[in-house]
């Protein structure tokens, strides 16, 4: 069922997990929920030639955690909480789940392991 969910195409949480996945993006984003930034104060903590670290932003972009625009002759990238919050939302529900199991298994072994109980 998971797999065919995924094979349909419904999941509109892939690509902000996938922007997620990386180290460096996850700091850009922890950075940008401070605030918009232009990508010359993004980039500065990292040890990356601008080019690799615009891919980083690509990436962030397509997964709609970020959206920029020209001011000037700088660029400003600002934060899309949209995705983020759709992400832990998916996240906390996964985690009730497992609790509920862990819980349901708790209960099993206070039993003795009887499965008739």
């Given at each position: 069922?998971?797999?065919?969910h995924?094979?349909?195409?419904d999941d509109?949480?892939?690509p902000?997990?996938?922007?997620?996945?990386d180290p460096?993006r996850?700091?850009?984003?922890?950075?940008?929920?401070?605030g918009?930034?232009?990508?010359?104060?993004?980039a500065?903590?990292?040890?990356?030639?601008l080019?690799?670290?615009l891919k980083?932003?690509?990436?962030l972009?397509?997964g709609?955690?970020?959206?920029s625009?020209?001011?000037?002759?700088t660029?400003i990238c600002?934060?899309n909480p949209a995705p983020?919050t759709?992400a832990?939302?998916?996240?906390?529900?996964?985690?009730e789940?497992m609790a509920?199991?862990t819980?349901?298994l708790a209960?099993?072994l206070?039993r003795?392991?009887d499965?008739?109980?």
């Open positions: 069922m998971i797999l065919s995924m094979a349909n195409g509109s949480l892939t902000a997990f996938h922007a997620l996945a460096t996850r700091a850009v984003v922890a950075r940008l929920a401070a918009p930034a232009s990508v010359s104060e993004l500065g903590p990292f040890a990356l030639a080019p690799t670290f980083h932003l690509k990436v972009e397509t709609g955690l970020i959206a625009e020209k001011q000037g002759r660029r600002r934060l983020v759709a832990r939302d998916w996240l906390d529900r996964q985690r789940k509920a199991q819980d349901r209960d099993f206070d003795g392991g499965l008739d109980g």
